[in-house]
């Protein structure tokens, strides 16, 4: 016994260490220490041995295929997982409905509990997540309007050959430009975005919700066993042939062996909850402060970028010396010669594209650098909250998407 439970518990610490650090590894707050080191090693080991065993050329393909483009792994994963813990669970728990804690009616409301969770992942998989084009771009240029800092107007996406309308972004891994961009997320296959933010949200609701109620119903289920067999008054039969009587321990490790199956489920589960609602509730506190995940991590970059634009700026007394040309070729020269270096061994074709886009990138960065050093000699401060209307109304922006107001409206002139 323990054994057994030595096994369960250090099973689930090292799952949790290694998904922890799968998660959370890359970030400022990790990259530098312990977890950022161990998250090096994991990422790293995989790509040697598969190199070794499978030559670097497959390793590319696989490379390609699994990070680079979209694909429905992580889709089968969770309906995988999802699926196997509802087939033991109707072979175990439901089997147990009714019992002393758990009425009747729970064997139908888990199947309804379960089925819109079924119907929020298909949801949000195959729903549209904003995809802009050249026939709804005006839809989605109403929605918000540009900062000039974080989204600088007249942007041009040199791909899907349109001006960039605010807060999208164009997604290498479906090749489009996306309204109000969050993340491409691998569990749904699908980018979100304006149009399909309050699925993506919904999905994670009702996977928690359905963890919640799967949990109660585990537990009550096992508790009600507990009580049925009266297991608080019954001595127990050690190894040793001594008898003991009933304690907590005593009766979790019966429980344990008894039903291990339910038990480790429960575990399994209660453990996916946790995560569940922590990325859930990151998700709410960027709905409540109207940012998303990809302006999270832009944020980051223009704070950095100020704080050298305005040292730069003070160390400039006059206007005339500001030499924007200058300050863009010290930020970003070292860049461009990596990328320049990186490009030499593609067709001309590829690098004629790669150059067309470098001279887009170059002019809005230039751009950004112009505002910025004027917003510094003005003493302004930088305003990356620009789209922050309060949590109500945040919160309805999610729910009534802009870009379907405004696809109402367009509707409605041209019939007029």
């Avoid at 888990?110 to 992942?121: I, M």
């Amino acid at each position: 016994m323990f054994v057994l439970l030595f096994f369960l518990y250090g099973y689930a610490s090292v799952a949790g260490l290694i998904l922890y650090t799968l998660l959370m590894g890359p970030t400022d707050f990790h990259k530098n220490g312990l977890i950022g080191k161990f998250y090096i090693f994991l990422v790293s080991v995989p790509k040697r041995l598969c190199t070794c065993c499978c030559g670097s050329d497959f390793l590319k393909r696989a490379e390609k295929y699994f990070l680079h483009s979209r694909n429905p792994i992580l889709q089968l994963v969770y309906l995988s997982l999802l699926s196997i813990n509802v087939v033991l669970y109707l072979f175990t728990v439901f089997k147990a409905i009714p019992n002393l804690y758990v009425p009747s009616y729970h064997r139908y409301t888990g199947l309804v509990a379960l089925v819109l969770t079924y119907f929020s992942f298909l949801k949000a998989s195959f729903s549209d997540p904003g995809f802009i084009n050249k026939n709804n771009v005006k839809q989605f240029e109403k929605s918000f309007p540009y900062d000039e800092v974080m989204y600088i107007s007249e942007r041009k996406c040199t791909t899907c050959d349109i001006i960039r309308p605010a807060r999208s972004k164009h997604c290498p891994l479906s090749g489009k430009c996306v309204a109000k961009f969050d993340h491409y997320c691998g569990w749904l296959n699908n980018d979100v975005g304006e149009l399909n933010y309050r699925w993506f949200h919904l999905f994670l609701i009702s996977n928690f919700l359905l963890v919640v109620y799967a949990v109660y119903i585990y537990v009550m289920t096992l508790w009600s066993v507990v009580d049925e067999e009266n297991l608080w008054n019954v001595s127990f039969m050690t190894s040793k042939g001594e008898r003991v009587n009933a304690s907590l321990a005593i009766i979790l490790q019966y429980m344990l062996s008894r039903y291990i199956v339910v038990v480790a489920q429960l575990l399994f589960i209660a453990a996916c909850g946790l995560m569940i609602f922590g990325f859930w509730g990151y998700h709410f506190y960027l709905v409540c402060t109207n940012t998303t995940t990809n302006e999270t991590f832009k944020k980051k970059d223009l704070e950095q970028l100020w704080d050298i634009v305005t040292k730069y700026v003070e160390t400039k007394k006059k206007k005339s010396n500001i030499d924007i040309q200058k300050l863009y070729d010290d930020l970003y020269k070292e860049e461009e010669a990596a990328n320049q270096k990186k490009n030499e061994h593609h067709d001309e074709e590829h690098k004629k594209n790669e150059e067309k886009k470098k001279q887009v990138r170059k002019e809005w960065k230039m751009k950004l650098l112009e505002k910025m050093c004027e917003m510094a000699q003005q003493n302004k401060k930088l305003n990356l909250n620009l789209y922050n209307r309060g949590i109500w109304n945040n919160i309805k922006e999610v729910v009534f998407p802009p870009a379907l107001n405004n696809k109402l409206r367009f509707f409605g002139k041209s019939n007029k």
